[in-house]
């Protein structure tokens, strides 16, 4: 592929992706693998969700740096529960008025 590949609607629903990329020139010859990762900024303390097995889902999410990543990481802890019906839309409309007035 040449040109300029445009990232921003492959990610704009993930907080970070892992990019590999090879250059390859006209002859055929190839670069080095380059690994890099990209971190969407508006979703960067965002809570993923990983399928390990049929029975295990573990989550992982950037340790917050600060107070109001903190906050970031606990609302989509709570969104993240209310997708899975673990609490209610009333109970998490609830904790987000809650972590808004901390």
Do not use: W
């Not at 590999?20 to 993923?48: C, H, M, P, W």
């Not at 917050?64 to 009333?90: C, Y």
């Amino acid at each position: 592929m040449q040109g300029d590949v445009i990232l921003e609607n492959e990610f704009k629903d993930v907080p970070r992706a892992k990019i590999i990329a090879r250059a390859i020139d006209a002859q055929g010859n190839a670069s080095a693998q380059l690994v890099f990762f990209v971190t969407n900024k508006t979703k960067e303390y965002d809570v993923v969700i990983h399928q390990e097995d049929l029975y295990i889902r573990q989550g992982t999410f950037k340790f917050p740096e600060n107070f109001q990543a903190f906050i970031s990481v606990v609302k989509s802890m709570v969104d993240k529960a209310q997708k899975e019906k673990l609490i209610t839309s009333s109970q998490a409309e609830k904790l987000n008025k809650l972590l808004d007035n901390l």
